[in-house]
């Protein structure tokens, strides 16, 4: 697709999209939402790979208020997300070293305490460092926190993890099966949401703001930037936590493998992919790195694909048409019941491409911020109020 036509689609699509009323949106979302597990075609295995982008959403939104908000580059969130996964497993689980059985919703604020304490423990000794320095520090730090977690055995079992972790219940009935649990990260990821989003239109959200774009003017018209800037970090990291405890309760098993910096890259990437300080851009940019790779080798993805014979049958046509024309041969499509296999054995590669696709189209990511937006597209005039006021 060209990239005019991409950019004019695109354009007209987020146009549509803001000009429709607060509450349409809300309901017309939910409605989608709702009706997801209803249909066929979306069995277990399709809602597991929803929960997992639905957390990944909520730890985007975590992350947006550090690094979108705020403009504090940090590659070590994958703590927070670890703590709030060992607080549920070390207070609620039968197997822990600590003979604690809480209830998971007791547990629950707890997790949001002990990660809003450990944001505060990585925002004090950090709060002087900016840019490349930043990030290297905080990417120590959630290697310290993992190397803990696999140290500390006396506590969090070591290496050999923790099991038989509690899972809530509401209305007397414990969520353990994959529709429930769909439901519940998509209305924890719309609460998370709906926090965020009041932040960011609130005198915090505006603070946070002009640290990002100038943390020196920023302290020199009043405003307390080491307040701020520990109040993002902490707010980041309690909800980081709380999509820890969410994941430690639908596993039933942390152990520290599954809390390495690539978890991090992986929040920050959908972060930018989607666009920065967009609720709308983290849920796509999820969607896009963490479900599609396993969509695209489910077998219901290659038996929707077996369809489409028809297409094949055109195409091949068509190239036949020009075989008979060139001096050498082109080929043809393969079978369509194979396209499913193939897609399977390609996904990194199409993965790949479509991200590359999406950073050379929309370098300012799938649905950023009117902000960023206006400042890729306008880069001089973004520019324009500080050579106003140096003059």
């Given at each position: 697709m060209p990239e005019t036509t991409f950019r004019g689609w695109m354009g007209d699509a987020r146009a549509r999209w803001a000009a429709s009323p607060s509450w349409a949106k809300t309901v017309a979302l939910f409605a989608l939402l709702a009706v997801v597990p209803f249909i066929p075609m979306f069995d277990e295995p399709w809602l597991r790979v929803f929960f997992l982008v639905g957390l990944y959403v909520m730890l985007g939104l975590g992350l947006n208020v550090v690094v979108g908000f705020a403009g504090l580059l940090d590659l070590g969130y994958v703590a927070f997300f670890a703590v709030g996964a060992y607080t549920l497993a070390?207070?609620?689980s039968a197997s822990s070293p600590l003979d604690v059985y809480l209830n998971f919703w007791l547990v629950l604020p707890l997790g949001m305490v002990a990660g809003a304490c450990a944001g505060l423990l990585l925002g004090l000794p950090v709060l002087p460092l900016r840019g490349d320095y930043l990030a290297i520090v905080t990417l120590g730090f959630g290697e310290i926190v993992r190397i803990l977690l696999v140290n500390m055995d006396n506590i969090t079992a070591g290496a050999q993890g923790i099991s038989a972790i509690s899972t809530p219940d509401v209305v007397l009935r414990d969520i353990d099966d994959p529709t429930s649990w769909y439901y519940f990260i998509v209305i924890a990821a719309a609460i998370v949401a709906f926090v965020t989003t009041r932040l960011r239109d609130s005198r915090?959200?505006?603070a946070w703001e002009a640290i990002r774009e100038d943390e020196d003017v920023a302290a020199g018209m009043g405003i307390n930037t080491v307040k701020y800037k520990l109040m993002a970090f902490s707010m980041g990291a309690a909800i980081?936590?709380?999509?820890g405890v969410l994941y430690a309760s639908q596993y039933s098993f942390?152990?520290?493998?599954?809390?390495?910096?690539?978890?991090?890259?992986?929040?920050?990437?959908?972060?930018?992919?989607?666009?920065?300080g967009s609720t709308t851009g983290i849920v796509f940019g999820s969607f896009i790195l963490v479900g599609l790779p396993d969509i695209l080798q489910f077998r219901q993805t290659g038996d929707l694909l077996g369809n489409f014979e028809?297409?094949?049958s055109a195409v091949n046509g068509v190239i036949d048409g020009l075989d008979a024309l060139l001096p050498w041969?082109?080929?043809g499509l393969p079978p369509s019941d194979t396209w499913g296999e193939e897609l399977a054995d390609k996904r990194f590669i199409i993965y790949g491409a479509l991200l590359v696709a999406i950073m050379v189209l929309r370098p300012a990511g799938l649905f950023p911020s009117k902000r960023r937006e206006l400042e890729f597209e306008n880069p001089a005039d973004a520019d324009a109020p500080l050579r106003a006021g140096a003059v």
């Open positions: 070390i207070l609620s915090v959200g505006r980081g936590a709380v999509g942390v152990n520290p493998s599954a809390f390495t910096l690539q978890v991090s890259v992986n929040v920050l990437a959908l972060v930018i992919i989607g666009g920065m028809f297409i094949r041969g082109i080929g």
